[in-house]
């Protein structure tokens, strides 16, 4: 990996314990590059990480996601700050901020970010070999009407 990538962790309070399992599992990747998580769920993973004595000063901690941190997220997204996001979202329990989740998964849509909301699309999208590639360079969404006439 020739570029340092700016990686933002989100992860509902049910999801946290993957988020933690799924950071530790990565760690050595993680570690490599900036990390951005709403506040919770990044004091949690720098805490985890110290304990298995791994280098965590490259996380920033914005607020909780009730309390805008997923806005916050979203709002680097626009500015193109954010390479990756990772969501792991509780499907199964009302947010209260669901606005805002929906804006960041929004905003990391229309701006071309890739984002993973489980596990496993998470570790595809780390392990992508595009990562590697300097001549890859993602193509801007196209926001143009389909004329079905054309073709």
């Known amino acids: 990996m020739n570029k340092k990538l700016t990686i933002a962790l989100v992860a509902h309070d049910k999801r946290k314990v993957d988020m933690i399992e799924w950071a530790l599992h990565n760690a050595h990747f993680l ?3 900036n990390l951005v998580c709403t506040g919770t769920t990044g004091s949690l993973i720098r805490t985890a990480l110290l304990e298995k004595g791994i280098k965590s000063n490259n996380i920033t901690c914005m607020h909780s996601g009730p309390m805008g941190g997923d806005a916050e997220i979203a709002a680097m997204v626009v500015r193109k700050e954010i390479d990756l996001a990772i969501f792991l979202i509780d499907d199964l329990s009302a947010q209260p901020h669901e606005a805002d989740i929906q804006m960041l998964l929004r905003q990391c849509r229309v ?30 969404p196209k926001y143009v009407p389909y004329n079905r006439s054309e073709n």
């Open 111 to 140: 701006h071309n970010i890739p984002i993973a909301c489980n596990r496993y699309s998470a570790d595809l999208m780390l392990t992508s070999t595009l990562w590697d590639d300097d001549t890859y360079v993602p193509m801007e």
């Open 31 to 33: 570690s490599l590059h």
